[in-house]
Structures are given as structure tokens and as C-alpha cells.
């Protein structure tokens, strides 16, 4: 998962980069676009890997995208430089400045602020798909597509997010290529004061994020930045401090996972444990082709054992000899945890 922290200058953006990394790169009027890769944390990998010993144990990952900003007191606008940095992300992580910055005048509005954001998403969206529709008066298109952008299109003059179409109003194979902002799933990340890291989102705000189709996470990244940088067994005390009971890293892949909706499911064997997310509802065809276009292609079977099912017997022949090894088609919809071995001919 590739996630692309955004956000005006002097909302912490890079440093909710490093609470999320635990790297200490500079902040300020940086120009190039940082990069770290962070394991998601899954204690079921941690079993399965003493149980098996592989040469190589695979987190999940996510690679957060720290997208340089825009610069000046007054600027609430998005550079084309901007824009299309942003368009490579695949999860959109907006972050809001709610804490003083003597460096930039005004109070904190992370509604107003929001608001600017989506505006500039919208406007970008809407010439794009208004050009593609130009094209099309010239152009002998399919006219399934053409509906569809005349969807995107009706739907971004209301000033709504393309993500709240569902799938079965918007065919998004029509999409691709096009890197629309609005259709990228956003979370909101409120950067607050230290003393106000465990409010809850604030109620005005809150209500804006659904219609937005958007996730939200509460965090004071200048002192969560420092305590990612601490050893681990010290951290506790100072989130029990904050009154946080798990770190924001914790917290944003739940909130992530929650919003994308992802689950995980296993290979194993001596060589490499391994956990795959997939969206809930993957069928088992699909989750073969996130290993490998060959297993997709070739796709005959999958052997499933339910990770609950495995801790039960301790092992794959025990699984076997209970009669629980599942042998499933290419429509069965893989479950979070599912440790599946894909049979296959290409």
C-alpha cells in the first residue's frame, strides 16, 4: 500500500512522516519527496514463522509517501508539480493543521482547510474528465464509457468525491490511467497539540469526513514523532501519559485497513511466511494473481486452512488427517486468515 501524506505548509506534515516511520528527516521548505516503508505488525505472522522457521518472514507493508507541499502564508491552492505527485499515491492522507504555528498567521480552521483541499481535487478531476468528454465529440468512443464519465462528471459539479460511487454505478476499468484525486481513498489525520491528542474528532468536523467518504484519525505528531524514535518497552508510559493506549502508527493502519477495508491471508512453507492483503471479497482466482500472474492464470484449486484451524492442529497433516483442509474453486471468497497453497498449470 502506497500512501501519500498531503497537506498545506505548516499543517506537520513530514513530521507525522517520521511518527510513522520513526525516521528524523528535516522539516521545512524540503522540495523532493521522502519515502519509508514500514511493516504492519501481525501476530499470526509471528506464529506461523516460529512454528515453520522460513528462511524469510514477509510483512504486509505500507510505504508512506511524504508529497512536498505548498509554500506561502496564503497558499491554499495546489501547483500542477503538486497535483500529479499526488495522483501517484494510491491512499490519499491528508493532513490538518489544528495546533498554533507562530510561523503561520491566523488560527487553525482544519475545516476551512479541508474544504480547500477537496476544492482543488474536485476542480483538478472535473477538467480532466471534461477533457476526456471534448475528446470524445471527435473521437468514436464506447459509449458505456462515455456514460461513465458523464457520471464523474455530474457527480464532480456537486462537489462530490468520484469514491462515492459505488461499483456498481461506476465501472472504474474506465478509470485507469487517469489518476483521479477524488477517487483515491482518503483518510484525515487532525494534527492537534499535545494535550488534545486523545479528543475524539470534533464534532463538526466528523460529519463532513462521511460525506466525503473519508476516514479520520486523531494525533499530536510532534510528540508521537518523538516517542516512535524511543526503545519500545519505554513507549508505553508516555502513551499512557497521553492518554493513548497504542501509537498513531497503530492506530492510522487500523484506521487504513478499516477504510480500504483489507484483510490478510498466508503462504507458508520453509522458504518465506508471508501475508497478502487483499480486499475483502477477493475471490480466490484473484488472490492467487497477488502472488503471481502465472497462479492467476494457470489457476486450478486452492488448499485453504483457516488460520484458527491450523493453531487447532498445530500442523498442515494434522489439518489434513482431521479432514478440515478445505479444496476450494476460484470462486470462493477468501476469509482473513486463510493460509492457502494454490495449485496451478501454466
Known sequence: MKV?????????????????TGLAVPTGFGGELRLGTVKVPDERIDVLSRI????????AEIVFCDVPGEHGADHKGLSRKALQQIRDQEVLCLVLRDFPNPAIE???????DLEAFHTE?????????????????????????????????GTLEQERPIRSLPPEALKREYLRGYGL????????????????????????????????????LVLSASVEAEIARMEAADRPAFLEDLGLG????????????????????????????????????????QA??????????????????????????????????????????????VADGDILSIRFNV
Open 4 to 20: 501519500g501524506l498531503v497537506g498545506f505548509a505548516g499543517s506537520g506534515k513530514t513530521t507525522v512522516f517520521n511518527t510513522m
Open 52 to 59: 515453520f522457521k522460513p528462511k524469510k518472514t514477509t510483512y
Open 106 to 112: 491566523g488560527d487553525p480552521d482544519p475545516a476551512a
Open 121 to 153: 481535487c474536485v476542480l483538478a478531476d472535473l477538467e480532466i474528465v471534461e477533457r476526456r468528454l471534448d475528446r470524445a465529440k471527435k473521437d468514436k468512443p464506447d459509449a458505456l464509457e462515455v456514460a461513465a464519465f458523464e457520471l464523474m462528471k
Open 181 to 216: 484525486l477524488t477517487d483515491r481513498p482518503l483518510l484525515v489525520a487532525l494534527n492537534r497539540a499535545e494535550g488534545e491528542a486523545a479528543e475524539p474528532m470534533p464534532a463538526a468536523l466528523a460529519p463532513r469526513l462521511t460525506s466525503l467518504h473519508a476516514a479520520g
Open 246 to 285: 497504542e501509537p498513531a502508527l497503530t492506530r492510522f493502519i487500523q484506521t487504513a485497513y478499516g477504510l480500504l477495508d483489507l484483510i490478510s491471508f498466508f503462504t507458508v512453507g520453509e522458504d518465506e511466511v508471508r501475508a497478502w492483503p487483499i480486499r475483502r471479497g477477493t475471490k480466490a482466482r
Open 288 to 333: 492467487a494473481g497477488r502472488i503471481h500472474s502465472d497462479l492467476e492464470r494457470g489457476f486450478i484449486r486452492a488448499e485453504v486452512m483457516p488460520y484458527a484451524v491450523f493453531r487447532e492442529y498445530g500442523t498442515e497433516a494434522g489439518v489434513r488427517d482431521a479432514g478440515r483442509l478445505q479444496v476450494e474453486g476460484k470462486d470462493y471468497v
